[in-house]
């Protein structure tokens, strides 16, 4: 190969990653229409919203507007709240998972779950609640120190816990739990990662860690996340849905689109508001 | 040591003071603990000479003058070191270890006229021989309860393979599964709890044995047992996994586990101590039990191995075949066999707790 063809090639490759970075991504997951009932009580109207493939959303919104509701209908851990009810799509891969013939523990496996509240299995070791995925789906996946190695690294925990996988998951810090849960997700592949409040618990070191994670990983995975933290929506997400629940009424969109416009040029007055600070 | 100066050194002393570890808030909470201890005790010496010299019950003279002028004189001194909320300290300081010092008199003296009236009964021989060419005037240089132990362990082991299952999958159907049937289930476990031992033995009795299903034996007595046992195994396993977070649930289920490996694999492990406390409360509710086994298992005086041929001995049955007889030594063997008994579960207990404390890892 000459030199100039050398060239041409970094040129071209640098062309591509441009490419595919400025080309519309692919739909991975689509929330459509979605509505969400407890009993009586409706708390979710209309909700549309597209997740590209690969990319970061936030829902924001003040609290109580259904933003962890509506992402638990995402992996239909909704439905296992008694009186728990659902009209609208959730699409995945061309197919609403919502219809008959799919099996939610298979839409739990490639759209997995971080949650508010650090929930290590007090049971198993550090390793163990790393490997859980596997063994509590039945997934066979070949080396597991590796599979350990890679995914505490990528949460941003192995450096601190190298030295005691075998120890109780429990004697860790509350923000390490956090991101041993977020490596526990990570370690079944999913494609899909939905986080609830995530760093709510956590102090801003931790939080700045898991920021940086969720970037890392914005690359392989998508990743749909409900924050109360305005900043933390503007450096991590793609895209953002802003919720709002006005009073007795259901929680709706009412503005949705690339971060950048929703913080710094909203169109709806009230998300002005919200962003600005101004109520919520 | 090299250290030492022979010139008085003050700021050195200061020095050496700071490195003192200090606890500044023992001080005062101690000296008002210790005054209130003593201001209850004290009368105790007046109370003790007015038993000796006046002729005055004890018990009355424990309620009617003790009780009163402890609790007086306790309340005099909290509030002599502390002031008046010092009295309300004082109050619950002195009832909170009077109960704790009652409970444990109550199991001393318990413990203790097991080990009077049956210590000399224990002996290697008492623990392994059995009861046959044994009657009750022979002397305690012979014969033992190897064959009662032998059997009350089979015949627990038998009613804990058989309760401790279902038990807990009830208390898993309840608060696992959450069927529709569930209030049912619960009424019925209530119920069960409330059925008395003897009952369970005659029910064994009138449907098995008397049938000609099953003689006399340890699977008919461990049937028994199991009766009693299930509910007590039920309703503390339902408390216990209660109390597992539901966070630990959809966890698991988040990251694709299907219904019955999250029981498995998550809540049951994370309630394991729990789950321990529920099989130890259940042979608790059994072990002393007679009734059920005097008529479901009868008695024997040779060591049986069967599980299902004849008729087993057992401790509570040995205890209630000896304890009544007219012959001293006979009673003597049966408080021995007494003292057995309560040495073998408080072994069998700490074993289960020394298991179910062990955490995951190194």
């Known amino acids: 190969m000459s030199t100039s063809e050398f060239e041409e090639i970094i ?126 789906s039945g997934m066979k996946r070949s080396g597991h120190d590796e599979i350990v190695e890679e995914t505490l690294t990528k949460a941003g ?34 494609h899909v990662l939905l986080m609830d409040e995530p760093c709510s618990a956590l102090d801003p070191a931790s939080t700045l860690k898991i920021e940086e994670t969720i970037r890392d990983l914005s690359s392989s995975v998508t990743i749909v996340i409900v924050t109360h933290n305005m900043q933390q929506a503007v450096r991590v997400a793609d895209n953002t849905a802003f919720f709002l629940a006005s009073e007795n009424e259901p929680g709706h969109v009412v503005e949705q689109g690339v971060t950048t416009d929703i913080f710094g040029n909203p169109q709806d007055q009230r998300t002005l508001d919200y962003v600005n600070g101004r109520f919520g | 040591m090299t250290t030492h100066t022979e010139v008085f050194d003050e700021s050195r002393l200061v020095e050496l003071r700071e490195q003192l570890p200090i606890r500044p808030w023992r001080s005062k909470p101690r000296r008002f603990t210790w005054s209130v201890i003593i201001a209850s005790l004290a009368p105790a010496v007046f109370v003790g000479l007015l038993y000796v010299f006046a002729d005055i019950p004890g018990a009355l003279l424990l309620v009617a003058v003790y009780l009163p002028v402890q609790i007086f004189a306790s309340g005099l001194a909290a509030y002599v070191t502390r002031g008046t909320r010092g009295i309300a300290d ?113 029910f064994i009795l009138t449907t ?82 007679t009734a059920p086994l005097l008529l479901a298992a009868g008695n024997a005086d040779q060591t049986v191995v069967n599980p299902t041929g004849s008729p087993i001995s057992s401790i509570p049955t040995y205890i209630f075949n000896n304890v009544a007889l007219p012959y001293p030594d006979a009673v003597t063997r049966a408080w021995g066999a007494a003292l057995v008994l309560i040495v073998l579960v408080a072994v069998l207990f700490t074993l289960a707790r020394v298991i179910g404390a062990r955490k995951p890892g190194r």
């Not at chain 1, 936030?58 to 439905?79: D, M, Q, V, Y």
């Not at chain 1, 739990?108 to 070791?125: A, H, W």
């Not at chain 2, 009693?228 to 503390?236: C, D, Q, S, Y």
């Open chain 1, 11 to 136: 040129v071209l490759e640098e062309q591509l990653i441009e490419a595919e970075a400025t080309a519309p991504r692919p739909v991975e997951l689509a929330a459509q229409d979605v509505s969400v009932w407890f009993g009586k009580r409706k708390v979710l109207e209309g909700v549309s919203i597209d997740f590209p493939k690969n990319t970061v959303t936030a829902l924001i919104g003040p609290s109580g507007c259904g933003k962890s509701t509506f992402i638990r209908t995402l992996n239909r851990l909704h439905e296992l709240i008694p009186g728990a009810a659902l009209a609208g799509q959730v699409v995945y891969e061309g197919q609403d998972i919502y219809s008959k013939d799919v099996d939610p523990v298979h839409i739990r496996l490639k759209i997995g779950m971080v949650f508010q509240k650090p929930n290590p299995f007090p049971s198993m070791t550090i390793r163990g609640n790393v490997l859980s995925g596997l063994k509590l």
């Open chain 1, 157 to 190: 925990l192995w450096k601190e816990v190298k030295d005691r996988l075998n120890h109780a998951a429990g004697d860790l810090s509350g923000g390490q739990q956090q991101r041993l849960v977020i490596a526990r997700a990570l370690a079944v592949n999913p």
């Open chain 2, 90 to 202: 004082s109050v619950i300081i002195v009832n909170a270890i009077g109960a704790t010092v009652f409970t444990g008199i109550i199991l001393a003296s318990l413990l203790g006229s097991l080990i009077i009236r049956g210590w000399a009964a224990l002996s290697a021989h008492f623990i392994f021989q059995n009861n046959v060419y044994i009657n009750p005037s022979t002397p305690l240089e012979y014969g033992g309860i190897g064959h009662a132990i032998l059997g009350t362990f089979l015949i627990v082991l038998i009613s804990a393979v058989i309760a401790v299952p279902i038990g807990i999958a009830t208390a898993v159907y309840i608060t696992e599964v959450r069927g529709r049937a569930v209030p049912y289930v619960r009424f019925f476990v209530q119920a069960m709890s409330g059925v008395p031992s003897v009952v369970a033995g005659l």
């Open chain 2, 208 to 289: 098995l044995v008397v049938t000609g299903a099953l003689s006399q034996s340890a699977l008919a007595g461990g049937l028994a047992y199991a009766i009693l046992m299930l509910p007590t195994v039920a309703r503390t396993a339902e408390e216990v996994l209660k109390l597992v977070p539901e966070e630990l649930r959809t966890g698991a289920l988040a990251l694709g586990s299907t219904r019955s490996r999250t029981v498995f694999r998550v809540v049951l492990p994370a309630a394991k101590t729990g789950i321990i406390t529920a099989i130890i409360l259940g042979i608790a509710r059994v072990i002393g039990e």
